[in-house]
T-cell receptor
């Protein structure tokens, strides 16, 4: 079983829709969970950072972590064409430690 | 907003040559990292660096790789004898306590 699994997509949704992106993981030691956005030929940009289980909201973005199911989600409300990018989930067992990335989900928001 | 700066943005080198990839992390950050991303694949951890020494390295980071922080601002990755399979995007990242900031990357092409 891969350490972090993420559906690569592509995922195409109409503008204004709610987007749901997910990852599963196998390592129960992971405590820190992140979502990064990556535009083509650019570095990953941190969107959300969550410690342990629970929800975190920032504007149109909501991150959820369910450690009992080893499942994390990112929701994007009122999606915009500018949200079109690859979304990477990432996790680590220490805040200053190496992070393990998922392969990324390519998201297309259709105007 | 502070950013991590990487140079060059693209480097082409012949197989067997040495390359040095350069990074200027965010000035008050304490932890420094190199990651790479082969085209179409996930972002992979190479090495972490803290307090002027390597804190962790991956299996990829073999004897051909080295890192250095020669002064208070630069952080470099050296590949001594490049192979075709070293062709990838190389990302530098830095952090203060959690959540990395990544640079835009150096695209290394080995021919």
């Amino acid at each position: 079983q891969k350490e972090v699994e993420q559906d690569p997509g592509p995922l195409s949704v109409p503008e204004g829709a709610i987007v749901s992106l997910n990852c599963t993981y196998s390592n129960s030691a992971f405590q820190y969970f992140m979502w990064y956005r990556q535009y083509s030929r650019k570095g990953p940009e941190l969107l959300m950072y969550t410690y342990s289980s629970g929800n975190k909201e920032d504007g149109r973005f909501t991150a959820q972590v369910d450690k009992s199911s080893k499942y994390i989600s990112l929701f994007i409300r009122d999606s915009q064409p500018s949200d079109s990018a690859t979304y990477l989930c990432a996790m680590s067992d220490r805040g200053d430690d190496k992070i393990i990335f998922g392969k990324g989900t390519r998201l297309h928001i259709l105007p | 907003e502070p950013e991590v700066t990487q140079t060059p943005s693209h480097q082409v080198t012949q197989m067997g040559q040495e390359v040095i990839l350069r990074c200027v992390p965010i000035s008050n950050h304490l932890y420094f990292y190199w990651y790479r991303q082969i085209l179409g694949q996930k972002v992979e951890f190479l090495v972490s660096f803290y307090n002027n020494e390597i804190s962790e390295k991956s299996e990829i980071f073999d004897d051909q790789f080295s890192v250095e922080r020669p002064d208070g601002s630069n952080f470099t990755l050296k590949i001594r004898s490049t192979k075709l399979e070293d062709s990838a995007m190389y990302f530098c990242a830095s952090s203060l306590n959690y959540g990395y900031t990544f640079g835009s990357g150096t695209r290394l092409t080995v021919v």
